[in-house]
């Protein structure tokens, strides 16, 4: 059985410093990573805070980072961005200023941009208006986009519907 090598505070700190360095973090996963490395509490306290000190770690630059690489790349929602960033113990002000810092005309050319995507991919015989837009709602609520902008786009989209049938 092999017997784990302990580090110093010095070691771990180096450490976390690089793993900050790779790719912006929350103070959860720090902490985490802390914790794995084999710090206690009192230590993994001060180590954070030399991390924040030195501008490894910054909260909100993560929280922004997040919000606009998970809104660009998967086209996520406010909604669901806001619960991965608490799930991440991420401060309630870091989440606002990551939501408010999406521009928001962009945000609504995305949400309507995937509700016509939806909304023509529903093919079938029996497929009523009513099947199109609960079909499309459901799909648009679970990407995290907010229910009234969602009605307002499913409405949208079914006068056109009705204008074109």
Not at 132 to 141: A, F, I
Request: with cysteine; proline share 1%.
């Amino acid at each position: 059985m092999r017997t784990r090598k302990t580090l110093t505070k010095e070691q771990v700190y180096q450490k976390l410093r690089h793993y900050c360095a790779y790719q912006d973090r929350s103070h959860g996963e720090a902490k985490t990573k802390a914790y794995l490395l084999g710090m206690k509490k009192p230590v993994v306290e001060e180590l954070i805070a030399g991390l924040i000190e030195e501008g490894c770690l910054n909260e909100e630059r993560f929280a922004k980072a997040f919000a606009g690489g998970k809104f660009r790349m998967k086209q996520w929602g406010k909604n669901k961005i806001r619960a991965e960033l608490k799930l991440r113990q991420v401060s309630e002000y870091c989440i606002d200023a990551a939501l408010n810092a999406i521009d928001f005309s962009g945000y609504k050319k995305t949400l309507q941009k995937l509700a016509i995507k939806r909304w023509n991919s529903i093919k079938g015989a029996g497929t009523n208006l009513y099947v199109k837009m609960t079909k499309t709602r459901d799909y648009l609520l679970l990407k995290g986009y907010e229910p009234g902008l969602v009605a307002n786009e499913i409405r949208a989209l079914a006068e056109k519907q009705k204008g074109a049938g």
